[in-house]
């Protein structure tokens, strides 16, 4: 049975996950069938990049996502359009339209989220302030 889950990619502390076709019963880092995206959580907002066509294919033939899959898919709208294909709607539509929704989705380049201070650390506590003061307040 073939899966559709993440695959963890980057350097220790450093995750990012790509969206894979894979046996069931591979390894997580293991061989995968076919590359369909790629997931940077380290972003804000998250970076989410799907290949709609090809996973259209995949679960058209059978493939099951796993729950974190399915979550990152139903969240970027690649499930409402799967479901809208299995309805009898042209695959260059949906995927047109899936692209025209990538391209609006706000992305930023920086990797690194602002730290929350639990009251752990110094350091923490004085992110938190900086990134405060630098804010611009709302009136």
Do not use: C
Not at 11 to 17: D, G, M
Not at 97 to 113: K, W
């Amino acid at each position: 049975m073939v899966r559709i889950r993440l695959r963890r990619v980057g350097s220790k502390h450093q995750p990012s996950f790509r969206l894979v076709a894979i046996d069931r019963e591979a390894p997580r880092d293991g061989r995968f069938l076919e590359l369909l995206g790629q997931y940077n959580p380290r972003t804000e907002p998250a970076t989410i990049l799907v290949e709609e066509a090809r996973v259209f294919h995949w679960l058209s033939q059978g493939a099951q996502p796993s729950e974190s899959v399915a979550r990152l898919l139903s969240q970027v709208g690649t499930l409402a359009r799967y479901d809208r294909l299995k309805k009898g709607e042209n695959l260059e539509t949906l995927v047109a339209e899936a692209g025209q929704a990538q391209v609006a989705r706000v992305v930023s380049p920086l990797t690194r989220r602002v730290a929350k201070a639990s009251g752990k650390s110094k350091k923490a506590k004085a992110a938190l302030a900086a990134a405060a003061a630098e804010a611009p307040k709302a009136e």
